[in-house]
């Protein structure tokens, strides 16, 4: 019941806020239900300390989610798949050296930057923490998160081009990040002096190999099965089936869920578009609903961030370290994204642009995937420590990223306004 009550819960909170939002705030949906959820929290917390008992209680049912389990296991690999379905997938393999580049590259240089700025400086906030802890925060928190920026950055009217490097970089250095957090935490657990470089090389290509492998078969299968038929309910039930089986699969092999979730996406999205697989009827009726399923789990996803408010704590020396993880991670995330561009010289057509460079450090925003990732580490870390910094980063990145992402944009000059035909800046 109490798993019932929970959805509900988010359900009913999640269709409220949007609401509100839509109707007074006007705020991009991600940003919008994450400030909404925030300030409710905040609220509750009051009522919480004056001994509000039906605030008690609610604070009692939230702590009793299984944040980690909820995001990893049920939403990710959804979102991923939304995410994925819908990216022109032709354009994508135009693109393929800068989103790869900054996916394979980018994400494990943002690691080491962060793991390396952390150990030296947080210690002077009173957290002396080891390097491996250290190197865990920064697998953690350089995943980007794809379904915001995209939400935020089509509102810029972005050039297709520049768009598509975002959210195809966002959704694999995703899956990169998962694969060099399962590597890293293994090697936390274990220790470093049981952990062989061969060990570690073996559970990054049992991740990263393993969840690529699955992924193509999965979306090559799926394919074949929507070439078969053409009824929309079906073909709806077989898209369901690749990722709730596909998820539950990953697991079982001890594989990449979120690499092969977005492998299979791409792959079905860009067969359903290429022709004598679905029906028109049948290809908008999928869409629209992972347009929709995208939705509500994205809602639900950020009033589950805003409601964690009342059940962590977080004390204010956290917070002010908190505020300097923001500026590392930017740093960070600025490095990972101009270091490939030093390899992607070599390509004689590529022609890197210093506004790509801007839009991609600053719209690199962290959402749940960073939060899920530091509430499934076990009490035997310095776990509040590193929640509590997460959850500073991505309250900041969300809201103070997300809200200038728009203007900035529009001031760099790489966004299009509606209606014309003005040229814009390539990151080729």
């Known amino acids: 019941m109490d798993l019932y009550n929970a959805l509900a819960l988010l359900l009913v909170t999640a269709a409220a806020f949007a609401y509100l939002n839509h109707r007074f705030l006007r705020m991009p949906p991600a940003i919008g239900l994450m400030v909404l959820g925030l300030a409710a929290s905040l609220l509750l917390v009051g009522f919480a300390h004056l001994g509000v008992r039906p605030i008690l209680d609610l604070a009692q049912l939230v702590k009793r989610l299984d944040f980690s389990t909820i995001v990893m296991q049920v939403m990710l690999g959804f979102l991923l798949f939304a995410g994925a379905i819908h990216v022109d997938a032709r354009r994508l393999g135009t693109l393929r050296w800068p989103v790869g580049a900054l996916a394979l590259i980018g994400t494990p240089v943002s690691t080491v930057l962060v793991a390396g700025a952390m150990y030296g400086l947080l210690p002077f906030f009173g957290f002396p923490t080891p390097f491996i802890y250290c190197l865990v925060f920064g697998a953690l928190i350089s995943p980007t998160d794809p379904i915001a920026v995209l939400s935020i950055l089509t509102k810029a009217n972005i050039s297709k081009s520049l768009e598509t490097k975002v959210i195809g970089e966002s959704l694999f250095n995703d899956g990169v990040g998962v694969v060099l957090f399962v590597v890293t935490m293994e090697v936390a657990m274990l220790g470093s002096q049981h952990v062989t470089l061969t060990h570690a090389l073996g559970v990054f290509a049992r991740e990263a190999v393993g969840g690529l492998a699955l992924g193509t078969a999965l979306g090559l299968g799926a394919a074949w099965l929507l070439r078969t ?12 089936a690749v990722v709730a089986g596909g998820t539950a699969l990953a697991t079982r092999l001890h594989t990449s869920g979120p690499l092969a979730m977005v492998v299979a996406g791409l792959l079905v999205g860009h067969f359903s578009r290429s022709g004598g697989v679905m029906s028109d009827e049948s290809q908008d009726y999928v869409d629209k609903f992972w347009e929709l399923v995208d939705e509500i789990l ?12 009342l059940v962590l704590h977080i004390p204010g020396r956290t917070v002010l370290a ?14 990972a994204v101009a270091v490939p561009l030093v390899f992607l010289r070599l390509i004689p057509s590529f022609k890197p ?14 959402g749940g995937l960073s939060v899920a990732l530091a509430l499934s580490l076990p009490q035997s870390m310095p776990r509040e420590l590193l929640v509590g910094i ?12 997300g809200l200038t992402i728009g203007p900035l944009v529009r001031w760099l000059g790489v966004g299009q306004p509606t209606g014309t035909a003005k040229p814009v800046p390539e990151l080729d």
């Open 229 to 240: 038929i053409d009824n929309y309910q079906v073909e709806v039930l077989v898209t369901l």
């Open 298 to 309: 994205n809602a639900m996803l950020f009033v589950l961030m805003g409601l964690e408010v």
């Open 322 to 335: 908190g505020i300097m993880a923001i500026v590392v991670v930017l740093l960070a995330r600025w490095a």
């Open 353 to 366: 642009s210093d506004h790509g460079i801007a839009v991609l450090t600053w719209g690199g925003l962290r």
């Open 390 to 401: 997460t959850y500073v980063v991505v309250v900041f990145s969300i809201i103070g990223q």
